[in-house]
């Protein structure tokens, strides 16, 4: 496609058309699975660019980092002339841009330096307040105040109004401040905070057009910092209530569905036509979705000349017979040329079926990688490692700092963490300047000992890096004869040229590892959870533990939050198996083990003193009477022609 001599409107017609043509603001597009929309939200970016909008002043994002890179991918091919300033991306990429400005850092005495999960357990270790309770309860305290801030419970007058809550909220704030660093939580709301209480900022009023995709899984905060940005110009949102999986992120998926009550003469369009899904597929989904009894009674319609599609239901004895089998089926397949390493996927409720299966296909011969959140810092020595990258590139990295103090200690270091923390309040000094005047006795802080001499081996280790770039740098702190080092590695590899310094390398493995932005041409197996599969479209999609208590996942809670956490699993299926051309295999086990099922949360009835029977997943019986049987995996294998 090209700028000069491509007509936006070029093969448009019927809702796609006025998407891409209509100046009405605010729009609404409902649009399905594989219905278009990126195809018409371009459009109409293409529509205003041959208008002689300002590039600059088009603001266009989404909620996953694979998905913002399909919109600048998309963008690119547009060639107009200007079209890389229009800033596409996604909500928090935006937001850390803007309080990572130095006026914006100023006004609000706050650092976007977020937390990686590993580094929030010494933010929980620290909090010692007596009535907080303990590691777990923290955490469950550190979830609420993430959710209020998400929701903008925080606007409440008197909030947080429990003298605990307020106790806790007032020392998390205070370490962060301290450590200079914001949960990840935080970013939209304080960027929010800022934009509200600066009416005059040039960056309130800074774009004439806002598109936003994906809106169902943003939530209430991030809705409400799109509405103001828009004040001054359009805004078009696009959604799907039935694709709204991401209440653990604290979705607001009513944003979508009452979206006209909070902004009047709102204009509505719909996509409704799959043009990715085989027929069958269409089937199955429209009868899944409907059981949701509260959603607004739309319906999937195929693409004229959709292929039929090919289903399969297949169930196996145990974990180990379900990987083994379908990788076969996936060996065979691609085997037999009928399809490419790259266009299947493997998703796996839990990460434990998925790495089952990624094995059995790497011992077959085919290669395929994992997928799953922040597995590439699991180990607590790739913590160690990805922290002394950090300290490389920023030693007065505070947060790093801390947790350097603390690995090998079973408090991780609190007490005497505590106390050097007192002295630099105190005092005004910062963490490692303390360090290092306690290193070379220019400083004394009782029972300081263990500080110092981790301290005393991060200098020496980071003499040892001075001057690495590059692969070099790479090679030494994650070596590649180590397992735990080559999920990093991999993301390393996709870092342009070989002399990167570590600051470029540390930002990129942490966009890598908190925002993961999925590859999509790719030449092996892609094996992950049925949530990062969102925005993806392959040949043949694989679903394995199609389980009660797995799929769907079951919570504790009143009957409502119960129930409506089954309709959101719902949706988690219905948007797995809306991501698949061709072909569609769902599979289950009959047998799991007793200690396995307990932490996975399986539904299991009686068995055998180490294995317990599991029951299919109800979501496969919702799939309607177009449903093909379920069948033993190993009959299949034995009938189909290898």
Same mark, same amino acid.
């Given at each position: 496609?090209?700028?000069?001599?491509?007509?936006?409107?070029?093969?448009?017609?019927?809702?796609?058309?006025?998407?891409?043509?209509?100046?009405?603001?605010?729009?609404?597009?409902?649009?399905?699975?594989?219905?278009?929309?990126?195809?018409?939200?371009?459009?109409?970016?293409?529509?205003?660019?041959?208008?002689?909008?300002?590039?600059?002043?088009?603001?266009?994002?989404?909620?996953?980092?694979?998905?913002?890179?399909?919109?600048?991918?998309?963008?690119?091919?547009?060639?107009?002339?200007?079209?890389?300033?229009?800033?596409?991306?996604?909500?928090?990429?935006?937001?850390?841009?803007?309080?990572?400005?130095?006026?914006?850092?100023?006004?609000?005495?706050?650092?976007?330096?977020?937390?990686?999960?590993?580094?929030?357990?010494?933010?929980?270790?620290?909090?010692?307040?007596?009535?907080?309770?303990?590691?777990?309860?923290?955490?469950?305290?550190?979830?609420?105040?993430?959710?209020?801030?998400?929701?903008?419970?925080?606007?409440?007058?008197?909030?947080?109004?429990?003298?605990?809550?307020?106790?806790?909220?007032?020392?998390?704030?205070?370490?962060?401040?301290?450590?200079?660093?914001?949960?990840?939580?935080?970013?939209?709301?304080?960027?929010?905070?800022?934009?509200?209480?600066?009416?005059?900022?040039?960056?309130?009023?800074?774009?004439?057009?806002?598109?936003?995709?994906?809106?169902?899984?943003?939530?209430?905060?991030?809705?409400?910092?799109?509405?103001?940005?828009?004040?001054?110009?359009?805004?078009?949102?696009?959604?799907?209530?039935?694709?709204?999986?991401?209440?653990?992120?604290?979705?607001?998926?009513?944003?979508?569905?009452?979206?006209?009550?909070?902004?009047?003469?709102?204009?509505?369009?719909?996509?409704?036509?799959?043009?990715?899904?085989?027929?069958?597929?269409?089937?199955?989904?429209?009868?899944?979705?409907?059981?949701?009894?509260?959603?607004?009674?739309?319906?999937?319609?195929?693409?004229?000349?959709?292929?039929?599609?090919?289903?399969?239901?297949?169930?196996?004895?145990?974990?180990?017979?379900?990987?083994?089998?379908?990788?076969?089926?996936?060996?065979?397949?691609?085997?037999?040329?009928?399809?490419?390493?790259?266009?299947?996927?493997?998703?796996?409720?839990?990460?434990?079926? &998925?790495?089952?299966? /990624?094995? !059995? %296909?790497?011992? =077959?011969?085919?290669? #395929?990688? @994992?997928?799953?959140?922040?597995?590439? *810092?699991?180990?607590?020595?790739?913590?160690?490692?990805?922290?002394?990258?950090?300290?490389?590139?920023?030693?007065?990295?505070?947060?790093?700092?801390?947790?350097?103090?603390?690995?090998?200690?079973?408090?991780?270091?609190?007490?005497?963490?505590?106390?050097?923390?007192?002295?630099?309040?105190?005092? &005004?000094?910062?963490? /490692?300047? !303390? %360090?290092?005047? =306690?290193?070379?006795? #220019?400083? @004394?802080?009782?029972?300081?000992?263990? *500080?110092?001499?981790?301290?005393?081996?991060?200098?020496?280790?980071?003499?040892?890096?001075?001057?690495?770039?590059?692969?070099?740098?790479?090679?030494?702190?994650?070596?590649?004869?180590?397992?735990?080092?080559?999920?990093?590695?991999?993301?390393?590899?996709?870092?342009?040229?070989?002399?990167?310094?570590?600051?470029?390398? /540390?930002?990129? %493995?942490?966009?890598?590892?908190?925002?993961?932005?999925?590859?999509?041409?790719?030449?092996?197996?892609?094996?992950?959870?049925?949530?990062?599969?969102?925005?993806?479209?392959?040949?043949?999609?694989?679903?394995?533990?199609?389980?009660?208590?797995?799929?769907?996942?079951?919570?504790?809670?009143?009957?409502?939050?119960?129930?409506?956490?089954?309709?959101?699993?719902?949706?988690?299926?219905?948007?797995?198996?809306?991501?698949?051309?061709?072909?569609?295999?769902?599979?289950?086990?009959?047998?799991?083990?007793?200690?396995?099922?307990?932490?996975?949360?399986?539904?299991?009835?009686?068995?055998?003193?180490?294995?317990?029977?599991?029951?299919?997943?109800?979501?496969?019986?919702?799939?309607?009477?177009?449903?093909?049987?379920?069948?033993?995996?190993?009959?299949?294998?034995?009938?189909?022609?290898?």
């Amino acid at each position: 496609m090209n700028g000069a001599g491509f007509r936006w409107d070029y093969g448009l017609a019927g809702p796609a058309r006025r998407i891409a043509e209509l100046d009405r603001s605010p729009m609404r597009v409902l649009a399905g699975p594989g219905t278009g929309k990126t195809f018409a939200l371009m459009r109409r970016v293409a529509r205003l660019l041959q208008g002689g909008a300002t590039p600059s002043r088009i603001l266009v994002c989404t909620f996953t980092r694979t998905a913002a890179r399909d919109l600048q991918r998309e963008l690119e091919g547009l060639g107009f002339p200007g079209v890389r300033q229009v800033w596409a991306g996604t909500i928090h990429a935006f937001c850390f841009s803007l309080l990572s400005r130095a006026e914006v850092l100023g006004a609000t005495g706050r650092f976007p330096r977020p937390l990686l999960k590993f580094e929030e357990r010494f933010l929980l270790e620290d909090l010692s307040g007596d009535s907080f309770g303990g590691i777990r309860d923290r955490d469950r305290r550190l979830q609420a105040f993430n959710a209020a801030w998400a929701r903008l419970q925080s606007d409440t007058p008197g909030w947080p109004q429990d003298p605990t809550d307020r106790a806790f909220h007032t020392e998390l704030v205070g370490w962060l401040r301290f450590h200079q660093a914001m949960l990840i939580g935080e970013l939209v709301p304080e960027a929010l905070r800022y934009l509200r209480e600066n009416p005059a900022s040039p960056h309130r009023r800074a774009f004439d057009h806002v598109l936003v995709d994906e809106y169902q899984d943003l939530n209430r905060a991030e809705q409400v910092l799109l509405d103001l940005l828009a004040e001054a110009g359009h805004l078009v949102v696009i959604g799907d209530e039935d694709q709204s999986i991401y209440s653990f992120k604290f979705a607001h998926p009513e944003g979508i569905a009452t979206f006209d009550r909070d902004h009047p003469g709102t204009h509505d369009e719909s996509l409704d036509e799959c043009r990715r899904c085989p027929r069958l597929v269409v089937e199955l989904a429209n009868s899944l979705i409907a059981n949701n009894a509260d959603r607004s009674p739309r319906v999937l319609r195929p693409l004229p000349g959709n292929p039929e599609g090919e289903v399969l239901v297949l169930q196996w004895r145990s974990i180990e017979e379900e990987a083994q089998g379908i990788a076969e089926i996936i060996r065979r397949r691609i085997q037999k040329r009928d399809v490419e390493p790259g266009k299947v996927l493997v998703l796996a409720p839990r990460r434990q079926l &998925g790495y089952a299966v /990624r094995d !059995a %296909l790497n011992n =077959l011969g085919v290669f #395929a990688h @994992s997928f799953f959140h922040e597995e590439a *810092l699991d180990k607590v020595s790739a913590q160690e490692a990805f922290t002394l990258l950090t300290l490389l590139a920023d030693p007065e990295d505070r947060v790093a700092l801390r947790c350097w103090c603390g690995f090998g200690s079973t408090s991780l270091q609190r007490g005497a963490w505590a106390r050097l923390r007192q002295h630099c309040e105190t005092s &005004g000094e910062s963490p /490692r300047a !303390a %360090l290092e005047r =306690l290193a070379s006795g #220019a400083l @004394s802080i009782p029972r300081s000992g263990p *500080l110092v001499e981790r301290f005393r081996e991060l200098q020496q280790r980071l003499d040892k890096l001075a001057g690495l770039r590059g692969q070099a740098l790479v090679d030494v702190l994650f070596p590649d004869d180590q397992e735990w080092a080559n999920p990093i590695r991999s993301l390393a590899a996709r870092l342009e040229g070989d002399n990167f310094d570590a600051e470029a390398l /540390r930002e990129h %493995l942490r966009i890598g590892i908190t925002q993961p932005e999925l590859p999509t041409d790719v030449d092996y197996v892609r094996v992950m959870s049925l949530h990062k599969s969102k925005g993806l479209t392959t040949d043949l999609v694989v679903v394995v533990g199609c389980v009660e208590g797995l799929i769907p996942t079951l919570s504790g809670g009143t009957p409502a939050e119960q129930d409506a956490s089954v309709k959101e699993q719902r949706r988690l299926f219905y948007v797995a198996i809306t991501r698949t051309r061709r072909v569609l295999i769902l599979s289950s086990v009959t047998t799991l083990p007793r200690d396995l099922a307990h932490r996975m949360g399986a539904r299991v009835r009686e068995g055998s003193r180490t294995h317990a029977n599991t029951i299919a997943s109800r979501f496969l019986h919702e799939l309607g009477p177009s449903r093909l049987a379920a069948v033993r995996g190993t009959d299949f294998l034995e009938g189909e022609v290898a």
